[in-house]
């Protein structure tokens, strides 16, 4: 069934954006060609055009929203008209391979379709609950407009992929999509990439424990909430044997730099932006706790966050907000906090410090789950299920 896939994204450049990556050489081993169009990074990804390991990558320049919506709606745009410039060039496709946010590739998947093509919707985010989440906003005319365009998308996928079953829910419920129309192909950690290396006693800066959090810092992603829990730490449970480093970066950075800032953090806490793999194993493997301060919002309940199952690949405990898929992921390989109590967050994260080993049973639940029912080894046959589906409907 193999044939000629395209796969769209637009929030992350390629092969930065792990799971399109993974997805990618999926569907590379099982002889699909495969053309991926995305954005340029700012410091990597930075060419126009790459064939890495048999994946031909066509990137095109975006600038990144400033301003609130009305930014998104011009970033969105731009992105669009690129996306459609490169596409055209490629000849015919078999499947177009859509992901989001943004809900606005089904304008070029229906004009792929019209020359035989079939299109796969890869629903990474929930865009409405995204919205409500990040703007607070309430139901104004941007949120039905971004619904409006989520209906659009369902209405002309042929199949749709989700990365777990409350996003599943969502297609056939909202969506109106058929059960047999609708795949979970869960985001999962190469184990193979994920692996410990000798801790770096440097990094702890003299403190006898280092925690860690890892992901994007957008207003959304609750490290806000993970810095008052530490000053919580910090003034309500007398600890300071501690360092943390954040890693990654996003359009809250520089707000969380200054937040840390105001805590009185700035000699307990770094920021390191985004860095390499080998730098960052050496973070997860020197890291006693791993923090996921996704605080309760319609978007985060229903999410499965990539940090969750990457701490868990790396055998690290993980404190965390109680959301329903938070839960679904991690199991018993986290500790939770009643959502968004940044006070109980702090204590937990007290507990695990004193207890090494509470911390490296929990720590081992989270690698086997990583390894067996949560593997990548079981999405991609998902994924391939979905892409057969596809090519027959």
Same mark, same amino acid.
Do not use: Q, W
């Given at each position: 069934m193999a044939g000629k896939a395209l796969i769209l994204v637009e929030n992350l450049s390629v092969p930065f954006d792990r799971r399109v990556w993974q997805e990618s050489l999926a569907l590379r081993d099982a002889g699909w060609e495969v053309h991926v169009i995305c954005p340029q990074g700012a410091k990597r990804d930075t060419e126009p055009y790459a064939e890495i390991d048999g994946v031909r990558i066509h990137r095109y320049p975006l600038k990144a929203a400033t301003g609130g919506p009305l930014g998104y709606l011009r970033e969105y745009g731009s992105a669009l008209w690129h996306t459609?410039?490169?596409?055209?060039? /490629?000849?015919?496709?078999?499947?177009?391979?859509?992901?989001?946010?943004?809900?606005?590739?089904?304008?070029?998947?229906? /004009?792929?379709?019209?020359?035989?093509a079939r299109f796969l919707f890869d629903q990474h985010d929930l865009v409405p609950e995204l919205y409500l989440s990040r703007f607070q906003r309430g139901q104004d005319f941007l949120y039905r407009l971004v619904c409006r365009l989520e209906r659009a998308t369902y209405r002309a996928a042929d199949v749709v992929v989700a990365t777990n079953e409350s996003y599943r829910e969502v297609a056939l419920t909202r969506g109106g999509k058929r059960p047999e129309d609708v795949f979970v192909v869960r985001s999962a950690p190469a184990v193979e990439r994920f692996h410990e290396v000798p801790p770096q006693p440097e990094l702890r800066k003299g403190k006898p424990h280092l925690l860690c959090y890892l992901g994007v810092m957008g207003p959304q992603d609750g490290v806000d909430y993970a810095l008052r829990a530490l000053a919580k730490l910090r003034d309500e449970q007398n600890r300071t044997d501690w360092h943390a480093a954040f890693v990654g970066a996003g359009d809250a950075f520089d707000d969380m730099v200054r937040?840390?800032?105001?805590?009185? /953090?700035?000699?307990?806490?770094?920021?390191?932006?985004?860095?390499?793999?080998?730098?960052?194993?050496?973070?997860?493997?020197?890291?006693?706790?791993?923090?996921?301060?996704?605080?309760?919002?319609?978007?985060?309940?229903?999410?499965t966050m990539n940090k969750v199952m990457e701490y868990m690949a790396m055998a690290r405990p993980i404190v965390s907000f109680d959301l329903r898929e938070a839960k679904?992921?991690?199991g018993e390989a986290a500790v939770?906090?009643?959502?968004?109590?940044?006070?109980?967050?702090?204590?937990?994260?007290?507990?695990? /410090?004193?207890?090494?080993?509470?911390?490296?049973?929990?720590?081992?639940i989270g690698r086997e789950r990583v390894a067996g029912p949560l593997s990548w080894e079981n999405s991609r046959k998902s994924l391939l299920a979905a892409y057969e589906a596809a090519r027959t409907r």
């Open positions: 459609y410039r490169l596409a055209r060039r /490629l000849g015919p496709i078999d499947v177009i391979h859509a992901c989001n946010p943004p809900d606005l590739f089904f304008l070029i998947a229906r /004009l792929l379709k019209s020359r035989g937040l840390a800032r105001d805590l009185g /953090l700035s000699d307990l806490v770094d920021f390191t932006g985004r860095i390499p793999d080998e730098d960052l194993l050496r973070y997860l493997s020197t890291a006693d706790v791993c923090l996921s301060p996704d605080p309760l919002n319609p978007l985060n309940d229903v999410s679904v992921s991690a939770y906090a009643p959502p968004n109590d940044e006070s109980e967050f702090a204590k937990l994260i007290a507990m695990l /410090l004193d207890d090494p080993e509470e911390r490296r049973r929990i720590g081992a």
